[in-house]
C-alpha cells in the first residue's frame, strides 16, 4: 500500500539523493534511506463531498516518538574513521598528493581495524558478545536494509563521509541503520562508547585523537612528503586541519555523550614528543615493512631541512657549508640512519626538525661560542667594520641580528597568544540528543552568540580577521629591503680563517651543554634543561627554533647533547 502511494513521486532526496520513499504515520514523505522527513504529505482522493477533490490527511501527532530522534548505531572506530577522512582531505586541500587519502592512509587504517580485531577478521575480540545480543533484536517495521560489509571498503572517496551511506565494519554487519535499538550503551551515543575506555590487554594499541595524527603523519612520512611533524602540528593549531571539536563534523544522527565525550572532545593542543612516540609504536603494531628510503634529495634530509631553517631564522647563506660539514662528521645523512624501519626496533627514531634546528645551533655555537661573550665582541667589530665599508659586502653582524629577530618574534608571539586566548574550546556545533531538545539547545546556543556580539561591540574589540593560507615558513625575509633587516646575503668574516686549503673557525674554544648523557630508558630523557644553567645568547636561540618549531626548547637542547657527544666523541672518550 505504502509502495502504491509513493510511487507517482519520483524527486531525489535533496539530503542523500537517492528516491526511495516512505510514509510516517501522519502520512507525511521520508526517505527511507536517511529518514529525512519532508513537507510532502500523502495525498488521498475521496468523492463524499466533493467528487474527484485532492484532501490531504490529518495529521494526529505521534503516538510514539520515533526512535530516529535518538540517532543511528555507531562504533567508535566509525567515528575515529569520520574524523581521518577530514584529516586526509584538509591535507590534500593544502597540496599533499592525492594517492595519501585513498591508497596509503586507507589501507593503515584497514591494517589497524585487522590487527586490533575490531574490522576484517572472523571474530572482533571486543564487540563478540555485542553484535550477537544486537542481532538477536527484532527489527523496527521502517528498518533499513542491513549495512554494506566493511570488507567492499576499498577506499575512504567510496563514501561522501556520510555514515548513512558509508561502507561499515564487518563484524556489524546485521545492524540495521533505522534507529538506536536498547541494546545502545546508555553511558554513551556510540554502542561501545563506555566500554572501550577500559583497560585494553598489553601489546593492543587504543585509539585517540593524537593518534590520528601520527596516522597522518605515517602516511606523509610514507610518501615523504615535504610536511614535517612540527608543520602537521601547526596546522591543526591553526585550525587548518580538524583536531579540536573535530566530532562537530559528524552527521546529526551520530550523537555523542557520556563517555564518548571523553573519547573525542580534545581539551589541550597536541604534543610532539607524543605524537611522535604514539608514531612510533603505530608502525610497529601495524608491523609496517622499511619505509622509503630518505636521500639527499629528499626534503626530511637535514641538509635540505636546514636550508630552510636558516632562511626561516634570516642567517647567512654560508652557515649552510658548515651544517653540511657537521652532518657528514656525525654520519647523521646516511639514508639507513634517516630512513624509519619498524622492524628495528632499537634504532632511534629520527625527528627531521628538531635536528636540523639542533645541528643550526651546534655550528652557531661552533662560530660564535654562545658564552654571552665572544659573539658581543665579534658584534662590535663586525658593525664598525659595515660603518666603514657600507658598499661591499656586510659582514654578520650578530647584535643586530639579535634585535632584528627579538622584535619580529615578539610580534608573532603575542598573536599567537592572543589566538590562543580566543580559542573557543567549546564546540560551536551544539549537541543535543533528541529531536525534543534541539529548539531549545539551538535557542540558548543563539542566545549566547547575540551576548557575544553586544560585549564586543560595547568593548570596541575588533573582528577577527579570516585565517590566511598556511605556509611552511612563520617567518619571511625579502633579500631586497633596503632596511638592512635580511642577512642572508651576510659574509662570516672575522670568524673565519684559511687553514692550508680549507677553512676554519678563529675560535678554538666550545663548551659543552652536558658532559654526559643520562640513559634515556632510565630518566625518560637524555639529560635535563634548566634556563639559568646556560648563557643568555644560547637560550635566546634555543627559543628562536623553539618558536619556529613550536616544540619545547628541552627538546632541541637534548637534540644539542646528542650532537655534541657524536661530534666530540673522541676527545671525550679521552677523558
Known sequence: MEEEDTRDYSEPCVQCSVV?????????????????????TKEVLTSDVIPNTKIQSISRGFRKRKKIDKGWEWYVCEGFQYILKKQAEALQTLGVCPQMKDEILCNFWRLYLQKSKQAYCTTPASYTSKALSISDVSTDVDSEPERISIHGLSSFSESDGDLQTESSFGHVSSIGKASARETTSVCSGSIDGDSYLLKRKKGNLRMSMPMTLSFCYIALLWLREPVTLSDLLRFVIDGHIPYLNAFQYFPEEMKLYGADLKIFRVESWPVYEDVHNKMSELSAFLDLPCFPAITDSCFLHPNILCIKYLMEANLPDELHNWTCRVVKKINVGETDFLTLDPVNKSARKVKYDVLAAAIIIVVLKLLFLLDDQYEWLHANFAGKRNQKNKEGCQWFDFKKWYKVIKKSVDVEQKKLDEERARCMWKCEKPLFYSAKEKSVVLKKRQMVVNLQRQFGTLSG???????????????NWAEENTDGNCFHGHILEGVLQEKGNSLT????????????????????????????????????VLNLFSFLLRVPASLIHEEVCLIEHKLFKTKLHRK
Open 20 to 40: 526511495n520513499w516512505g510514509l510516517t504515520d501522519e502520512g507525511r514523505f521520508y526517505c527511507k534511506s536517511c529518514h529525512n522527513v519532508i513537507e510532502r
Open 461 to 475: 574589540s575588533t573582528q577577527v580577521a579570516e585565517k590566511q593560507s598556511p605556509s611552511s615558513f612563520q617567518l
Open 505 to 540: 673557525t678563529m675560535n678554538t674554544k666550545y663548551w659543552l651543554c652536558s658532559v654526559k648523557l643520562c640513559n634515556e630508558k632510565i630518566c625518560g630523557h637524555l639529560t635535563h634543561y634548566k634556563e639559568s644553567d646556560f648563557p643568555q645568547t644560547y637560550q635566546f
